[in-house]
């Protein structure tokens, strides 16, 4: 059985991720609307992911014996000048992320939660990869030409 709070953490959790989903599906339609599709799928894609993210926490929760919740999920920005802005605040919301699920190991840590620090780690390996990746393609946006950045467009295009 799951401790109500580390229950209530994980459930904040489920929230933040749903937040993100919103948040990347916001930016995609600012990216499509300003022709760059290749942005705008890849972005679509890690809103996909992050839905998915919250949904196996709650799968978790309930596992555990917990109620898994949905609560308020506030609005998400709706407009960015650029890709160069969209990207960097991929890469910073990645880190916050990281932040937020660093500190769900702590507490199920200080908890002696084995099962639920355990299940956390796949999320840490995973954050540590996104803000790899959120990084990545931030800096190449930073240096790309408008050429450059039409062809990154067309790459990050093929995200499966």
Request: proline share 2%; aromatic share 8%; charged share 25%.
């Amino acid at each position: 059985m799951i401790s109500e709070k580390l229950t209530a953490a994980l459930n904040g959790q489920v929230a933040a991720e749903m937040w993100s989903s919103n948040l990347y599906l916001s930016m995609s339609f600012c990216m499509q609307y300003a022709g760059y599709d290749g942005f705008a799928h890849w972005l679509k894609k890690q809103s996909a992911e992050e839905l998915e993210h919250a949904c196996q926490i709650a799968d978790y929760i309930a596992k555990r014996g917990g109620k898994p919740q949905v609560s308020k999920i506030d609005a998400v920005p709706v407009e960015w000048a650029s890709p160069k802005d969209v990207f960097k605040q991929v890469y910073e919301h990645e880190c916050h992320v990281s932040k937020l699920i660093n500190d769900l190991v702590r507490m199920a840590s200080e908890e002696r939660d084995n099962a639920t620090q355990d299940f956390l780690w796949g999320f840490v390996r995973e954050q540590v990869e996104e803000e790899a990746t959120s990084m990545s393609i931030s800096e190449k946006i930073s240096k790309a030409s408008d050429g450059a950045l039409l062809i990154l467009d067309s790459k990050l295009g093929s995200r499966a």
